[in-house]
């Protein structure tokens, strides 16, 4: 089975400052990850995915995201914050062909001015 | 449509009353998902489709909740006799891919609040 920590579970940060939002999983198999973000009372949209090849992937909004299999991670990051990067993030592992995904906790960002 | 159409966005209903809910998933997409978010964070995965076929129900409580997916007509999740443990928002998403390479596309939610 699969599963997803999310190290953080709120994360309070300044308007331009970097953030990083952290992700370790745990899979005896390979798997894909993701990282999504939830407005207030809106559904999951997709910020970065990560497949294969470079470790470092890029996504929406200035976002990015480093895999590392030595320490199964997953971090994301922004070099600097807007106010409306305040969302909840949520970090996802989802088996190569299965479908489904095992998503973490989720980590409450808030930009404050 | 280019969006995961979910409906209704809010039901309440009286424990022991049915709840059916709907999503309607972007056309293309093969593969349908429901998940039911408890609480504020907890993402737990009910079942899937492949088009109108079950694809994986592993996380579906059988003996209340059921699902379908027709051709030409919105999926649907019924819950039968429902439980004030049922109050969640459930989310349907789409994906081309049964691999996830897109990764998902999530309709907004329907917030159920069994009474």
């Known amino acids: 089975a699969q599963s997803v920590t999310q190290l953080d579970s709120q994360v309070p940060v300044f308007e331009e400052a970097p953030v990083e939002l952290r992700c370790n999983y745990s899979?005896?198999?390979?798997?894909?990850l993701f990282w999504y973000v939830q407005y207030p009372n809106q559904g999951l949209q997709l910020l970065l995915k990560?497949?294969?090849?470079?470790?470092l992937v890029k996504g929406i909004n200035g976002f990015e995201a480093e895999f590392n299999k030595s320490q199964t991670s997953f971090h994301l990051r922004k070099p600097s914050v807007h106010i409306s990067d305040t969302a909840e993030y949520f970090c996802?592992?989802?088996?190569?062909?299965?479908?489904?995904?095992?998503f973490g906790d989720g980590t409450t960002l808030t930009v404050k001015p | 449509g280019e969006e995961v159409a979910q409906t209704p966005k809010h039901l309440v209903r009286g424990e022991g009353q049915k709840a059916k809910l709907y999503c309607a998933p972007i056309?293309?997409?093969?593969?349908v998902f429901w998940y039911q978010q408890v609480l504020k964070n907890e993402f737990k995965f009910l079942i899937s489709?492949?088009?109108?076929?079950?694809?994986?129900e592993t996380g579906m409580p059988k003996e209340r909740f059921s699902a379908k997916c027709l051709p030409n007509s919105p999926c649907s999740l019924e819950i039968q006799a429902t439980k004030l443990e049922d109050s969640a928002v459930y989310f349907c998403?789409?994906?081309?891919?049964?691999?996830?390479?897109?990764?998902?596309?999530f309709g907004s939610g329907t917030r159920l609040t069994v009474v």
């Open positions: 899979s005896s198999v390979s798997v894909y």
């Open positions: 056309k293309g997409h093969s593969y």
């Open positions: 489709f492949q088009n109108e076929n079950v694809f994986d």
């Open positions: 996802a592992v989802a088996l190569r062909n299965a479908g489904k995904s095992t």
């Open positions: 990560y497949l294969s090849g470079s470790t």
């Open positions: 998403a789409s994906s081309q891919d049964r691999g996830l390479l897109g990764g998902y596309t």
